[in-house]
């Protein structure tokens, strides 16, 4: 008979001051994901005039919004390899790497000196795209564990977004120069970084990362008891299977979690990064009054109604359901296209349903990284969310090299009956590809506990 999984007493416990030290910690690093990857959309005018350049060419264009894209799928893969060395030894060197970039995004003296910064700033991103979710998870209890990693991506994503608009707000009423405006609204990026430099450094590495791969029972058993105020009820095993046995034996998951963040970023980042500037410019808006309509009307409040829901909902039936209203309210948006150009109140609406229901649906699931980590053992865990997180970044990147070549040849309204489609292929890849995960224990989900690596060769 399978004893109890010596690790699920942080499973049971309530939501404590370490958890919500944590999720600031981890948080933060999103929230400066957020406003590094949506500040460019802002400024992209001022950018192209301070340097003269009158027209982009559709690579330019693709490259100066995806080039940080491109280096968080780089950063991605890098750091999934190196977190299985340790998740707190590579934490802090995201943040740092995120914060540098930032500020030299000040002092760039041409185009292609922002693109090359930006991809060396999407590599930081792309880190803490691996090490921020999971830590999260691998610290959670399993009952609010949905919740934690949805504010620490759903929420803290759209409020870095809409601090960038704010602030870009705030410079045109000081009256700043055109060409420091730019400069300051991309380099203010460092300042959420620097902000958990520290307490990055200070957070305990993960219990299921001592046990499992680290193999220091003692240390794992002391971060239990940090956390719990007490200890595991028995000795915690180390996984000593070979990581290729594991992967092969979870790998149809991940792939699956991997291709819904593609499709969900396909359809979000199109909206992210050319929203903005095309749509606006279409319901007579300027970009930043856009942005922080659609932020502050519309996305932190699908943000928080996805953590609402994501515990008690599930995961699959929440992204499911996302993803059909988002495909729901692009047709109609796009039926409608004329009739909302005409009338910006309208058209702003539709867009913002769009906004909303696809933030409360795959944004909290697919986008906040949150399948990754569930869907892969200890063992694997980092190796299988870079694999989701570049699948994130490819359909991102998608959006950005790609969709500014379709606006051309099937115009604006083919855009976005095409991105309906594909919501509605996320919603059928949802129902199909993953399990449902909330509320379960990590070992539960992967069987991954205490019986299970004893019965696969793991330490007893």
Known sequence: MARPDSLAVLDEQPFRRFHWVALFTTGMGVFTD????????????LVLASFGVAHLTGLESGLLAGSALVGAALGALVFGVLAQ???KKFYGIDVALMAVMAAAQAFAPNLWSLIGIRFILGI??????????TIMAEH????DRGKKI????????PAGAAVAGLLSLLLVGLGVDPDLRWRLVLAFGCV???????????MPE????LARLGGDSASATEVVRQIAGSGPGARLSADRRAWQEVFSRHARAIFGAALLWLLFDIVVYSGILFGPSLIAKGLGLAPTTFSLITSFVFVIPGALIGVALIDRVGRKKLQTWGFIGAAAMLGLFAYLHDQAMAAPAFGMVLFGLYSLVITAGPSTVAGAGILGVELSPTRIRTIGQSITVVGGRIGASISAFLFPLLFGIIGETGVIYLLALVSVLGAVCTMALIPETARRSLEEINA?????LAVSGGDD
């Not at 949805?150 to 994503?157: N, T």
């Not at 959420?192 to 200070?202: D, H, N, Q, T």
């Open 448 to 452: 991954d506990g205490e019986a299970d």
């Open 85 to 87: 060395r340790g998740r």
């Open 34 to 45: 957020g406003y590094d990857l949506s500040s460019i959309g802002l400024v992209l005018p």
């Open 124 to 133: 930081g991103i792309g880190a803490d795209y691996v090490l921020s979710p």
């Open 206 to 209: 993960t219990a299921r990362y």
């Open 150 to 157: 949805g504010l620490g991506f759903g929420v803290m994503w």
């Open 140 to 143: 959670a209890n399993r009952r």
């Open 192 to 202: 959420p970084a620097i902000s958990v430099l520290y307490l990055r450094r200070k």
